[in-house]
């Protein structure tokens, strides 16, 4: 469990931009740990973390990209039922709000790797190590 960068990326909603984003990182030898897309009318929102973040700004900067960074909780927990329940109740019990999340596991995985955005990493952080 750790405090950790994600870079969220504004692009406008159309076919090819992931696909694009993608080749950037691949070329720069950027491996993404985490990704997750929310779409508008006009522009889409990519979140990432990465294997190496100030080489992925480096790479979104020299396209012209908006990207703004974001202090994450990154957890690698039990892929159980109940899981994510326990998390949220520890962080709700010591009043950290949980602005958003994503994850995924295969259901045959013992292990799955959760991003939470909170309002506070720290104070989480130290909720969820105790």
Same mark, same amino acid.
């Given at each position: ?6 870079? #969220? &990326? ?5 076919? /090819?931009? @992931?696909?694009?984003?993608? !080749?950037? $990182?691949?070329?720069?030898?950027? %491996? ?23 080489? #992925? &700004? ?5 396209? /012209?990209? @908006?990207?703004?960074?974001? !202090?994450? $909780?990154?957890?690698?927990?039990? %892929? ?23 994850? #995924? ?6 292990? /799955?790797? @959760? ?16």
């Amino acid at each position: 469990m750790e405090i950790t960068q994600q870079l #969220a &990326l504004f692009l406008d909603n159309r076919p /090819g931009m @992931l696909a694009r984003v993608c !080749d950037a $990182l691949s070329t720069a030898k950027v %491996n993404i740990y985490a990704i997750s897309t929310s779409d508008t009318v006009d522009h889409s929102v990519i979140r990432l973390v990465v294997s190496d973040t100030r080489r #992925a &700004l480096e790479v979104f900067e020299a396209h /012209g990209t @908006l990207v703004v960074e974001d !202090d994450v $909780l990154m957890l690698e927990g039990d %892929n159980k039922s109940g899981s994510l329940a326990r998390i949220a109740h520890k962080l709700a019990d010591a009043k950290v709000n949980i602005e958003y999340c994503y994850c #995924a596991t295969s259901p045959s995985a013992k292990k /799955g790797l @959760l991003i939470l955005r909170v309002s506070n990493p720290q104070k989480a952080l130290k909720v969820l190590n105790s």
